[in-house]
């Protein structure tokens, strides 16, 4: 019997014929070894196709423990299916934390890997990066054990799903730290002039840019061990998100509105200080969502940022188009790697959310073409589980290894049974 999945926020239908839920890792590796083309899907909160596609898909909600915690060395080893929210909790009861965390934690361990998934800081990497081991099923059902010594690893940390499936991974963590948070509005021309500071001077620094309004909310964060005196925040903060929602409605007939509504919404939740004390997990990260949204991100490199960031302004005000753009726009910082399709490969980088909080018209959100088309003006790198139009052989100019990866995809899985429409287009294949 024919069945649908859907993303969370239901822009991505398919039908699907089998769902499996494996328990094992020899569940997991034997659907895959019989199946002639299969997915393995996530929390499905990507706004890219990159998840089902294929009439059978593999669900690891059911493959989610902790199987193994070294208290020696901080390393922890976990179900790929877990959420993050199983993974953070369990690396907290122990005393620790990873050094940076993507602001979601309903997303699975399996997802947030094979998407480059990221947070924000001095020193941060994507997540991907803290793995230092992993266990992954092979298109022939085989196993593989990598490890961070690993010749493939820099290829896989980062692979949609299309090299093989994460069955347990083990992340090397740190021991627990708190952060004194600290947020105010400032002024675009002011924390352009002071954000290389703040990023030399703060472990934490996440900027919620706020477009049509000429104003950033800045948030930088420090090592504390107890937390500063409280400032009080006005009582209405609490219906921002709500507010916002209404807001935004009026502008899918009416996309000039947004310039009010952001104004608006600027005066009222973005307009004053506040700070907050606790764990990276505890301060920084959303746990629930009144709503759904569509999303789309983009990197460019830190030497880039200023020129690019003009540019994006300039096009985002441009009355000859109507790129609206709701608020906040989400600026964070990532330090370079060597994870092939990693966005920090080769390059210390910054990236730009852009989200459009009415997802259902998301494909009418004007905004969403013209960043992209500046974007593109600065070798911007799109977010592998956001919304983009670039393919092929345009992602060889962007990332050295890409036709190292397409030659590894190739290799591990030549008949492409991890491939659906959406990723055979974008590899270029
Ligand atoms: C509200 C919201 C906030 C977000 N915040 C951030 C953020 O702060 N930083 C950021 O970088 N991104 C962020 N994202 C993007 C998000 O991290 C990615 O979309 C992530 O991939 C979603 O995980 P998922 O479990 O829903 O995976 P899915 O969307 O279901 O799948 C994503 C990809 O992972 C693959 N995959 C899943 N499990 C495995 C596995 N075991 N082995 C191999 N491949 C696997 C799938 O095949 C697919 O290619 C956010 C998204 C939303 C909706």
Known sequence: MTKKWESWNKNIVHNIEHIYYPTTEVELAEKVQHSKSIRVVGNGQSSSDIAAGTTAIISLE???AVTNVDRDQYKITIEAGSSLKGLLEAIQHEGWTLPALPDIDTITVGGALATATHGTGHDARILAQYMIACRFVNADGTVAEYTEF???FDAIRVSL?????FSTVTFRCEPLWNLQLEERPMKDRDWLKSYLSMLDNHRF?????????NYGYVITGDIADSPSKQIEIPWYVKYR???SAKLYRRTVKKPRFTVTANKI???????HSQNKFGSLYDATVTKSRGSTLELAEWIVSLDRFEALFHDLKDALNDLSNDAYAHIPMDIRFLRNDKSWLSYAYGQDCVSIGCVSRIAEVADQYEAFAVIETVFRRHGGRPHWAKRHKMAGDEFSELYPKWNNFIALREKLDPSGKFLNAYLTKLLGL
């Open 265 to 271: 919404i600027q005066k009222l939740f973005f307009n």
């Open 161 to 165: 799903g299309v090299l093989g499936i």
């Open 205 to 213: 620094l996440r900027i919620l840019w706020l477009p049509h309004t």
């Open 241 to 243: 998100r709500s507010l």
């Open 62 to 64: 059911k493959y989610c």
């Open 150 to 152: 690993s010749e493939e």
